[in-house]
């Protein structure tokens, strides 16, 4: 079907659209955007700044993407966000641009944002995130892969969560959360490792065993960090893909892992 704009929309001069998008009625789409092939945006959504979306995404009523970072060391210039294919964002969702000129806010593809939730300027979101209503990523926040984020679920400025990993609904966290584990809580602490949504995604039982292992030498055998990674490092295990993710995760961190419960 041909690009469809509703006569109440506002579509300045500039932006760029792909084809078969819908825009509808009463939105605004800003000068420096780009849409990608079959984006829709309902009724009332607004897409502005140097934003560029993937083909495929789909903005619901009075969601705000693009908008000015909130970060008051901002000193101007153009900065923006880039996002990529097939990713939802519900009613009242807002992503920001990132403070510095020429960096941008990214997100992934195949993602899904719930209502009232939040990312802020400089995050970095991977793909096949799911977050639920509420969620409020603060500032340079790292979101990798296959992550889920429960209801009103919040992340400290500058906090990573490792891939496969769940935030529950209500947690604070403000710490990094590994790879494959669940945490919960204010503040939220490392509960148990992340056996369901690892089945649902296809791993093998070795693999999950693995997982499993990892979990104990970290949280559950009395290891103090350095000890713990060492362990790990030193495994039969340490070339496998898990053990290996969790180690560079761990190495990498600069707030910490969140603690054990």
Not at 126 to 141: F, I, M, P, Y
Not at 148 to 169: D, P
Request: net charge negative; charged share 20%.
């Amino acid at each position: 079907m041909p690009t469809v704009i509703h006569p109440t929309a506002v579509v300045e001069s500039g932006a760029e659209l792909g084809a078969d998008v819908e825009i509808g009625p009463l939105c605004y789409v800003g000068a420096g955007v780009r849409l990608g092939d079959r984006t829709r945006l309902h009724h009332h959504a607004s897409v502005e700044g140097n934003t560029w979306l993937g083909e495929a995404c789909e903005i619901f009523p009075y969601a705000c993407i693009g908008g000015k970072t909130q970060d008051l060391k901002f000193k101007g210039g153009n900065p923006g966000v880039r996002i990529g294919a097939r990713n939802v964002f519900r009613e009242y969702f807002t992503v920001h641009a990132a403070t510095n000129d020429g960096d941008f806010t990214r997100v992934g593809d195949d993602n899904t944002f719930l209502a009232s939730g939040h990312i802020a300027h400089d995050c970095v979101v991977g793909n096949h995130v799911v977050a639920s209503n509420g969620v409020v990523l603060a500032g340079h926040v790292v979101v990798e892969d296959h992550v889920v984020i429960g209801g009103y679920g919040g992340v400290h400025q500058f906090c990573r969560i490792g891939a496969h990993a769940m935030l529950s609904a209500f947690a604070k966290l403000v710490q990094d959360l590994p790879p494959y584990f669940i945490a919960d809580g204010a503040p939220a602490v490392v509960r148990a490792f992340n056996k369901v949504g690892l089945e649902r995604r296809g791993h093998t039982p070795e693999q999950i065993e693995r997982v499993k292992r990892i979990f104990r030498i970290l949280y559950r055998d009395g290891l103090n960090r350095s000890q713990a990674l060492d362990l790990l490092a030193a495994h039969e295990d340490a070339g496998t893909p898990e053990f290996a993710r969790v180690i560079a995760f761990a190495r990498a961190s600069e707030r910490g892992l969140a603690p054990g419960s």
